[in-house]
Nanobody, 123 residues
């Protein structure tokens, strides 16, 4: 079992920045893929960025490329999301997700563990 805890959300004006953090606790020897997803009101949860434990697998959604930077401490279960030049459309609940193994899957159903989410509101 893995527990995920997110932090760093909040309210910001368009064009501003926020940094999200996610800490995973679990088996330290399991190679987890850690990922950021987001869900806006009335929309499905979607993948934002995914990074494997060894950084071999890195995926970023086209909608946030050039504005969002995901990073992960190599060999650790700490995940960050730096969000710059935020837009109104970035308003959503942001979730940290994890799964053992590859980060190739982007479907929500492929991720076994989730944090409680942190709200990001852009106005």
């Amino acid at each position: 079992h893995v527990q995920l805890v997110e932090s760093g959300g909040g309210s910001v004006q368009a064009g501003g920045s926020l940094r999200l953090s996610c800490t995973a606790s679990g088996d330290p020897y399991t190679k987890y893929c850690m990922a950021w997803f987001r869900q806006a009101p009335g929309k499905e949860r979607e993948s934002v960025a995914r990074i494997s434990r060894d950084h071999a697998g890195r995926y970023v959604a086209e909608s946030v490329k050039g504005r969002f930077t995901a990073s992960r401490e190599k060999g650790k279960n700490l995940l960050f999301l730096r969000m710059d030049n935020l837009e109104l459309e970035d308003t959503a609940m942001y979730y940290c997700g994890a799964r053992p193994g590859s980060c190739a899957p982007e479907e929500v159903s492929a991720y076994d563990w989730w944090g409680q989410g942190t709200q990001v509101t852009v106005s």
